[in-house]
Structures are given as C-alpha cells and as structure tokens.
C-alpha cells in the first residue's frame, strides 16, 4: 500500500482495562482496522493520565492501576478514516476519539525497504 502526502491521524483513548466481548478494545479496533484494510495501527501504553471521570491512573509503585490510558493511532487517507468512524460509533462507550490532519513523509513496509 502507498501513503504519502496529505492525511488523517486517528486517535483513540481508551482504557487499558476496557473491553469488547471479553478480550481488550484496543485489540477489536486494531482488528477492525486491519481488516478495513487501513493503513497501519499502533497501540501505546500510556503511564499516568486522567479522562472525564477525573480520576487519574499510574504507574507509580504505591497506586498502581489496572487500567493504565492506552491509544491506538491509525494514519490513512481522510476518506478511508472517515469511513473507518462508524465502527468506532460500536466500540466507543467511553474514552475519546480525535482526528487530525498530517503530512506523510515516508511509508515503507519492511518488504519495500531497499536492501543495502
């Protein structure tokens, strides 16, 4: 797949402990994403962060939580993002969901990488 220029960053903040029919949120969406046929999908792990329940979740030793702010990142073309946003309408019971617009400067599969 080739990716440059103009695009959306889709971002998605959700519970580490959040889950879709018994297994984590953030592994449905990756799911979901890849099966759309999107671009790529990162999940990363966040150590400390509060949403709209103003609690906040660490990872400080004395109070260690469970449930630990988690985002998936998806970078593809606005029109495949956008189609992609109903699904999450599915999923997204809590957390935030944000897009915005960036500039792809390079995008190379480890099977189009030049040898060297």
Avoid: C, N
Wanted: hydrophobic content about 45%; cysteine-free; charged content about 25%.
């Amino acid at each position: 797949m080739r990716l440059a220029g103009a695009a959306l960053r889709l971002t998605i903040f959700v519970g580490e402990g959040d889950q879709w029919h018994h297994k984590p949120l953030f592994t449905e969406i990756v799911h979901r994403a890849h099966q759309a046929g999107l671009a790529g999908a990162s999940v990363i792990r966040g150590i400390e962060g509060y949403g709209a329940s103003s609690r906040i979740h660490t990872t400080r030793l004395l109070s260690l939580s469970e449930d630990l702010p988690v985002a998936v990142i998806i970078v593809d073309a606005e029109d495949r993002i956008r189609t992609f946003l109903p699904q999450l309408d599915e999923l997204i019971t809590e957390g935030l969901v944000i897009i915005d617009p960036v500039e792809v400067i390079r995008y190379v599969g480890r099977d189009e990488a030049p040898r060297r």
